[in-house]
């Protein structure tokens, strides 16, 4: 009995003395980062980009300076489709107040014959009185 | 008649018990002890982000992590946190030829901290770092500087990308630690980044302006990845190499 016990003891003190523990100290951080990757892309773009007009290098010597025809937005070709009508109208209302070419010749007409009509009551008056 | 009342048991009892006292007390007597009494503690080791903000950068180095184009950002460290932002954007070319995105910031130990020997370590590319994932933000197209949606060819571009993360700490003068983090990116997602489309064909009637682009690209494609790195700090003689699996 005393030399299990003895045994035992003496493995227990054999094993403990086999186990080593080894533990070191850490500390932890964060980092965050938002990255932007650029992807070299070869765009194409069909029809007009908008906010983008361009002046003719040209053009900035001359008093006036006229917007590229081709690229008008859909409001600004109304705006001036509204004015060119506008202006249409005032032409046409201005050319059908005017007398007509007969018109003027008929008043030209009567105008000479009451030319003619005096000068005649003049001769006869004047004979008249002789 | 009286019994003797000293028998001879008594004295021999007598005698031993006079004796003992007489060498109890002779020991005493001649007898000095001293005591020795120590207190251990295991110590604290606590680091933050160091609030000089020359000590921050970040570049693009070569194959070998020398730094070889430094990137314009912006860094908000907290005591455990360090946020970056960048003010321009990064070339995925470089990315596909193997160059690295790295990282420096200043470490300092804080003022409880009793462990403040660092367990420094060198850039190994020659083992795998490990992995990390980037989840994509947003993808916008960029054209003469100005910044679009790009509709339906936006699911192209924010997939994830995947990293290899190589983490080490270097001695600068003063005592001064300078953290480093070197971003990879891995074959998986190079491969898959070349497969994208390089040519894009944009009807202008549908484009969606987002506002000028504050990268300073004037044309292609920006995506922006979020990116989250717990980066430790061990003691001095410590066996662990983050930078490596």
Known sequence: MKKTVLAVLVAVMAMSSGITAFAYWKSELKVKANIPVVYDVDIEMSGDVKGQEKVDPADKGDITIRPDQGKKSSSESVQEESTANTE????????????????????????????????EADTNNEEIKR | MHKKFFG??????GALFIGLVA?????????????AQANLTSGTMDVEFGKSGEKYSASVTDTNGNVETPVS?????????????????LPVNALLDGKLLRLDFQITP?????????????????????????????????????SYALGENESLYTQPLQFEVYETLSKEDKDESIGQIYLKLSDESANMIKDLPTKLDIDAANLEELGDDTLGVQNGVVVKYSLEIPYDVFQAGSKVNKSVK
């Not at chain 2, 060498?23 to 005591?35: K, L, M, P, R, V």
């Not at chain 2, 804080?110 to 770092?129: E, H, M, Q, R």
């Open chain 2, 8 to 13: 001879v048991k008594s004295c021999i009892f």
């Open chain 1, 88 to 119: 249409e109208q005032t032409i046409k209302e201005s050319i059908q107040n005017k007398p007509s070419i007969e018109e003027t010749k008929e008043s030209i007409i009567k105008s000479e014959n009451n030319t003619e009509s005096k000068a």
């Open chain 2, 23 to 35: 060498i109890g007390t002779g020991y005493a007597s001649w007898n000095s002890s001293i005591s």
């Open chain 2, 73 to 89: 950002a912006q860094f908000s460290p907290t005591d455990k946190e360090l946020e970056i932002s960048f003010d321009e954007g």
């Open chain 2, 110 to 146: 804080t003022g409880g901290s009793s462990v403040n020997k660092l367990n420094y370590t060198k850039l190994d590319l020659s083992k795998t770092g490990e992995n990390v994932e980037l989840q994509a933000d947003s993808a916008v197209l960029v054209y003469n500087g100005v």
